[in-house]
Each structure stands twice: as structure tokens, then as C-alpha cells.
């Protein structure tokens, strides 16, 4: 809207005094809550766009008097009859608010310069007001007011103290029930994968939602408000059903705001309750997990969302009523703009606004963690667009999206410090601001940031972990930890008593046999019977061989010749241990492989001298000295460590491929480092970050390389 056109019509008032603007004859005035310290306030409203707005009592006592047109008149008035002091100024002022939210009758060239300059700008906005509407628009679908007046005493049930106790006996039976049924209770999602599974968990939703709405709307109408719509609201294209009780600024009773607010939330609990109860009665189906995801993660997420008091849904209007502030983050975001403005520059102005002083640090602080979630979500939804498109146009639209909501604020606001340089003098304030502008810039564009950190592995090149091959008792420990090794060496002597009984008991058979066969060698009518036991006997020898075979893997070697690294805790002779008992570790120190993995943007800062630093994730392993050996000449297609992978905790963001293999997200390179001291003694294997010293680049050109490769790669040029 254009000041000059504003400050035109204040000057035809003021040359014309006996001439005020007419209001518009469809305004109502309402009386509105008395304010938490007893001032009472008047609700303003538009009906033809269904608008409130509220004024207190030097704005009511004005608009009381507005029809003698005379400002002189009307200010004497005031003056004498109320204890209320008014002037000219004010006058012009409520003249300005109702010109500028269109509460006045529009007469004369001034008006209509107005109305043009009102046009002029909603079409400079009108880029941004189409990316708002993408990101959130609403469809109405029905005008349930009739609707809910038929309905409204049917459930007054639901809002006696009766049916309440009623709902607590409900809740105590349905958690009393599904108690003992928990077992159950815990595999219940594995029916929703399923075509009809995931049909009933439509119909749930959309049950659970559409109670949630019919509570805000019948809890309006229960307090005579008209709802005029009901219908889904789309945010960056997810439909959530949405109901319009604009009408609740009628209300002076704060508790009845509050109920209006939190009725959604209410009922939506009061269906997880009847949900739980019917699932312990339910059989096992589709339609019972269905219950199920009511009774539990519906509500949960409901109020995860709805309480939130960030976003303009329950909690927002649960927040603003119970602190009695009107217009809560308006209020909140111009407090926090002129505190910041005198933090920076010491202007000494007065705070904006009627907000009481014993509550500026809570809007202050409110304003700063909404900024600051805004800035996350509005992040969040720039990467949901930019990933949920083809590469161009998400490409384009997160642009827009964080060019409108991220950076245009802070454009404008600090468009509006310049606004105020000639208001600014020196001061500790100004001085303070300025040298930290200084420091910032230069650290912004000095290329002073040398080091360059990246994800990294280090391990033994050759080593190898001792399991037992089954289950044994260990017998005799050979080695500790440090000791030095050869390959072939035994280490640990593991026994069995039910393989050394059975192999004790096929030696006897076998010395039974060869008995009986030396005395039976010179009897010819035995020739038959020694056939056979002649079998029998090469039967419990191939036993015992086996049996010595076992007896033999029990008795653990090493495999490779090294330096026991580290030996299993509370390992004693007598112990029992079995396949998944770890005994120790053998590794070949002379031999430590490092692998650190390189953005694109960070490889021509580094060459093969390069140094740096291993810092291992450990806390009790000591940093370890390292140089650059070989740089990849490729980009890494498929990641191989899949330590490092973001899937497994690690620090590369990747995308696992049907067949199991993991593609990174962005062009990364391998590269080789070797330890430039003393080997260090480490595990097999330590994730960590490699923080290497390359050239200096400044922090803006490292953010323009990296734009400028995303830009590059994602748009397909």
C-alpha cells in the first residue's frame, strides 16, 4: 500500500476536520474479553470477508462518537466525559488502520488512488502469493452450519461430566484389556500390508480426522457460532481436513476460546479410547490393525502436529488465548524486530505495540524459536519439492522457495535498516555492530580456512579374529595380550568331555576288534564272522579319526604371524565358549591401511604431501598423524565401506540399490593415507574423521563451488 496516498488522506482530514470518513454500515461491533488486566475490548467485524478486529477503549469511545464527523468535536467530547485522553494523532491513526484494512465507505480521487495503489501492490506480490497458494491452499466443500445445528443436541451426551467418567472406566477396561494381550498387541501392523490392510487404514484416518474437525465445529456451535465451511486443506499437496471457526473472535469467554481450540484434539483422544477398547474385542484382521493405528499412532501424530505452536494450528490459537494476545506471532515477530533493531543500532525507541512489558522476553523468545523452525521447515519443504519433481524443476523450486521464504525476509529487514541510517549515531551499540559486521565479512571472504575434514577409516591391512569352530571348554591359555606370535602357533587348547568319552569309547571297540580278530586269525569256520567284524572294526577307526579330527580343530593356531592385539574378557581355563565367543585378535602391525573419502569441491586443494590428522571416534584412542599417498581418479560409483555409509551410521549420505549396493549421493573420491609415526595400537577397525591441510579458500567461495556443482549436476547441463 502506498504511504503517500495514506498521508494524502490523513492531510485532507486534517485541512477538512469537520469531514471524517464514513464507516461502512454492514461493520458489527462486539464486545470482546476483558483483558488480563481488566481493560475491556470490542471485536470489529467484516461480514462480507468475515474478518475480525480488535480495538480497545480509546478506539471504541472514538467509533461511538464517529457519526458527528467533527474530529474537534469528538476529541472534546472524550476529553471531558471519559478519563481518557485523545488528540489528533490518534484520530488519524484509527483513520489510517480503517483505510488501510478497507473498513471505510471509499469517496473521492484519494480513495481511489488508494484502491489503485492496493491493487499495484498485490500484483507485485502476486508471484509470492501464487507460491504461497502451491504451498498451501484451501478447498472448501460443504457448509455444514444446518448440518450441525440438527446435530448439536444429539451429542450434548458427549459434553456432560457423565460421559467423561463414562470414557476414563472405558480407558482403564481398554488398557486393562490389551495389557494382557501385549504380545499381540505389538505385531498387530503386520495385517496392514495388505490391499485391504491399507483400504481400512484409509477409512480409520479418515474417520479419526473427520471426528477430530466435528469436535472444533459442533464445540462453536455449542456456543452459537455459525461455521461457515468445512473442507481440505492442501500443504505442499497433503490433503488435512481443516474447519473454519473464524467466528470464536465473537467470544469475550476465554475458557470457551480455549474449548473451541482444543475440542479437535479432544475428540480424536476420545476415539483412540473407544478404538483401544473394541481392538482387545476385535479378531485378528485387516480391520483390528486398522483400530489399532487409531488407538495409537493417529492421536500421536495429532498432537505432535496440532499442539505445535509454531504453525497457525491448535496450539498456536490454545497459546494466543491463553496469553490473551490477539494476532500472537504478528505481535511477537514486531517485538522481536525492534528489540534486534536496539540490540544492534541503540535506537531507544519504545516498544511497538500494547503488549504488556513483563511479557516482551516471552514473545521475544517465542518470535526467535518460530524464525528459527520456519527456517527448518520451510528447509525441509525446498528439499521435499526439490527431490519429489524431476532434477530441473525441483531445482527451480527449491530456488524459489527458499529465495521467497528464507532470504526475502532477511532482504527486507535489512532493506529496513537502511531505511534508519539517518537515525543512527555512533554508540556502543553501533560500534559493537559494526565490528562484528567487519569480522564477519572478513571471515566470509578471507581464505583462511586451510584444513579440510572427511570421513575415514583406519585398520590393519592383515589380521584376523579367533573363534572357537563349536562348542568346547577352554583348557589351557597360551598367549596374552602383546605377545608376539607365529603363524601355525597354538594358542588356545580347547577340549569337549562327550568328544573325548566318544572317542575313548571307539579306541576300546577298536582294540576289542583286533583282539578277537588275532584270535580267530587260524579258525576256518570264523572265515565269515571276521568279515564282518573286520567292517566293524574299519568303521570305529574312521570314527576315531573323525573324532581326533574334532579334538584337533579345538586346539585354535594362529593363522598368521603378528602380535596379539586383544584377547576376550574374563577368559579363563574351565570357561565354556562356543562359535560366537570372540578369543582374540591377531594382526600384523607393520601394516595399517587408512581411507578418507573426498567431496569433488576439496580434491584440488590437496596433493600427495598433503598432511593431516586421523581423529578417531573413540575418546581413548589418541589422535594419529597421517600424509596424503594417492588420490582417486575417479569418482567412487558404488561405495564399498559400508561402514561408512549413512545406512550403517556412517558420515556418506547413500542410496541402496535393489541388488544391495550402495550408490553415494554426490561425487566422492578415495583417497590412500599412510601413518607418518608410530604405528599406533588400534582395533581391526576405527570409523573417524581425517582433518587435512590444504590450500586456503574462504567460506564464500567453498559455498559458490558447491552450489554451483549441485546446479550443474542436478540440472543436466
Not at 369 to 384: E, N, Q, S, V
Request: overall charge positive; some cysteine; aromatic content about 10%.
Amino acid at each position: 500500500m502506498s504511504t503517500a496516498v495514506l498521508e494524502n488522506m490523513a492531510g485532507q482530514t486534517r485541512q477538512t476536520a469537520s469531514q471524517l470518513p464514513p464507516l461502512r454500515e454492514d461493520l458489527d461491533l462486539i464486545p470482546g474479553p476483558t483483558s488480563r488486566y481488566g481493560a475491556p475490548t470490542w471485536t470489529l467485524h467484516d461480514p462480507v470477508r468475515n474478518l475480525f478486529f480488535r480495538i480497545g477503549w480509546r478506539e471504541f469511545e472514538l467509533l461511538c462518537r464517529w457519526h458527528s464527523e467533527n474530529t474537534a468535536a469528538i476529541i472534546a467530547d472524550i476529553n471531558s466525559n471519559t478519563t481518557l485522553h485523545v488528540n489528533e494523532h490518534d484520530v488519524l491513526a484509527l483513520v489510517r488502520f480503517l483505510s488501510e484494512n478497507n473498513l471505510l465507505v471509499r469517496q473521492g480521487r484519494a480513495a481511489l488512488d488508494l484502491l489503485e495503489a492496493q491493487y499495484i501492490a498485490s500484483t507485485q506480490l502476486r508471484a509470492g502469493h501464487l507460491l504461497q497458494k502451491y504451498l498451501f491452499f484451501r478447498v472448501p466443500l460443504v457448509r455444514p452450519d444446518a448440518f450441525l445445528a440438527r446435530t448439536l443436541p444429539r451429542v450434548a451426551l458427549f459434553y456432560s461430566r457423565r460421559f467423561f467418567h463414562l470414557l476414563a472406566i472405558l480407558l482403564f477396561t481398554g488398557l486393562f484389556l490389551t495389557l494382557r494381550q501385549w504380545d499381540s498387541f505389538l505385531q498387530t501392523f503386520s495385517y496392514l500390508y495388505s490391499p485391504a490392510g491399507i483400504a481400512w487404514l484409509v477409512v480409520a484416518l479418515l474417520f479419526a480426522k473427520t471426528a477430530h474437525e466435528l469436535g472444533h465445529a459442533l464445540t462453536a456451535k455449542r456456543y452459537g457460532l455459525r461455521v461457515p465451511s468445512m473442507g481440505i486443506a492442501f500443504l505442499v499437496f497433503w490433503p488435512v481436513l481443516y474447519t473454519d471457526t473464524t467466528d470464536a473472535w465473537r467470544l469475550s469467554n476465554r475458557r470457551q476460546r480455549l474449548a473451541i481450540s482444543a475440542a479437535g484434539m479432544l475428540a480424536e483422544i476420545m476415539v483412540a479410547i473407544i478404538a483401544l477398547l473394541l481392538w482387545s474385542l476385535m479378531p485378528e484382521g485387516p480391520v483390528r490393525s486398522a483400530v489399532f493405528i487409531i488407538a495409537t499412532t493417529s492421536w500421536i501424530m495429532t498432537l505432535f502436529v496440532n499442539i505445535n505452536p509454531f504453525l497457525r494450528f491448535d496450539g498456536y490459537h490454545l497459546l494466543a488465548d491463553y496469553l490473551e494476545i490477539p494476532n500472537l506471532q504478528f505481535r511477537a515477530f514486531a517485538l522481536a524486530r525492534w528489540k534486534l533493531r536496539e540490540w544492534l543500532f541503540g535506537l531507544g525507541e519504545p516498544a511497538p505495540g500494547s503488549v504488556p512489558v513483563d511479557q516482551h522476553r516471552a514473545l521475544i523468545i517465542y518470535a526467535w524459536l518460530t524464525w528459527l523452525y520456519r527456517l527448518a521447515l520451510f528447509t525441509g519443504i525446498g528439499l521435499l519439492v526439490y527431490h519429489l519433481l524431476f532434477k530441473l524443476a525441483g531445482l527451480l523450486l527449491l530456488a524459489a522457495v527458499t529465495g521467497w521464504f528464507i532470504l526475502r525476509p532477511v532482504y527486507l529487514e535489512v532493506r529496513s535498516w537502511y531505511g534508519l541510517r539517518e537515525r543512527l549515531h555512533w554508540n556502543r551499540h553501533t560500534l559493537i555492530t559494526g565490528l562484528l559486521f567487519v569480522l564477519v565479512v572478513l571471515g566470509l571472504v578471507l581464505p583462511w580456512n586451510s584444513h579440510i575434514n572427511a570421513p575415514a577409516i583406519i585398520r590393519y591391512s592383515h589380521y584376523a579374529y579367533l573363534y572357537p569352530p563349536g562348542p568346547g571348554q577352554l583348557r589351557e591359555i597360551m598367549v596374552a595380550p602383546g605377545d608376539s606370535v607365529t603363524e601355525q602357533q597354538l594358542l588356545f587348547r580347547l577340549g569337549s568331555m562327550k568328544l573325548d568319552h566318544e572317542h575313548a569309547l571307539a579306541s576300546r571297540r577298536i582294540g576289542m576288534y583286533q583282539l578277537q580278530l588275532a584270535r580267530q586269525a587260524t579258525q576256518a569256520s570264523t572265515i565269515e564272522s571276521n568279515q564282518v567284524m573286520q567292517k566293524e572294526l574299519a568303521q570305529a577307526m574312521s570314527e576315531q579319526h573323525g573324532y581326533a579330527e574334532q579334538q584337533e580343530r579345538l586346539l585354535i593356531r594362529a593363522p598368521l604371524q603378528g602380535v596379539v592385539m586383544e584377547m576376550a574378557d574374563a577368559l579363563t581355563p574351565g570357561r565354556w565358549v562356543n562359535e560366537t565367543t570372540r578369543l582374540a585378535l591377531v594382526v600384523q602391525p607393520e601394516e595399517i591401511h587408512i581411507e578418507a573419502y573426498l567431496p569433488e569441491v576439496a580434491l584440488a586443494r590437496i596433493t600427495t604431501h598433503s598432511k593431516g590428522t586421523f581423529y578417531p571416534q573413540q575418546p581413548d584412542i589418541i589422535p594419529v598423524p597421517v600424509q596424503v599417498s594417492s588420490i582417486g581418479q575417479a569418482s567412487l560409483t558404488v561405495l564399498e565401506e559400508p561402514w561408512q555409509a549413512s545406512r550403517y551410521e556412517g558420515d556418506i549420505p547413500v542410496r541402496e540399490q535393489p541388488d544391495g549396493t550402495l550408490v553415494p549421493n554426490q561425487a566422492i573420491y578415495q583417497i590412500q593415507l599412510r601413518v607418518t609415526d608410530t604405528n599406533p595400537p588400534i582395533r581391526q577397525l576405527l570409523r573417524g574423521q581425517v582433518r587435512i591441510k590444504g590450500e586456503p579458500q574462504s567460506i564464500i567461495s567453498r559455498i559458490w563451488q558447491a552450489v554451483a556443482a549441485v546446479v550443474i549436476r542436478e540440472s543436466g547441463f
